[in-house]
């Protein structure tokens, strides 16, 4: 039973994990010789041990990848107006242009699409 969890979660898993899969050490196939029970149950430990460091691997790329999104997303083109006698103090500078509008919808959707 364990054997086919193991399995079905690393068919799963594996082919998602294209970067992660050089971390990943292959088992060779034992020779059955009367301990294949015990043999599988470490073999099927250390496949749930090499899923676990890859999903670990896929939250530190998550983590940093949602990291440059909402700095991107604060970090406006063109800067601010910086100018102490202007009305628009603190307003992005290109902020009646089209392509400035459509860069603000395109960096804030990835980061509310989760919501």
Do not use: W, Y
């Amino acid at each position: 039973m364990t054997i086919n969890v193991a399995n079905k979660l690393a068919s799963i898993l594996l082919p998602m994990m294209s970067m992660t899969r050089r971390v990943m050490v292959m088992i060779p196939e034992a020779e059955s010789d009367g301990n294949d029970q015990e043999e599988k149950a470490k073999k099927d430990e250390r496949m749930v041990e090499n899923i676990i460091k890859a999903a670990q691997i896929h939250l530190v790329v998550a983590a940093l990848l949602m990291t440059v999104t909402f700095t991107a997303g604060f970090t406006l083109l063109g800067g601010f107006e910086s100018n102490t006698n202007s009305p628009n103090k603190g307003m992005a500078i290109l902020l009646r242009r089209a392509a400035f509008c459509a860069f603000v919808i395109s960096e804030s959707s990835p980061l509310l699409a989760p919501l």
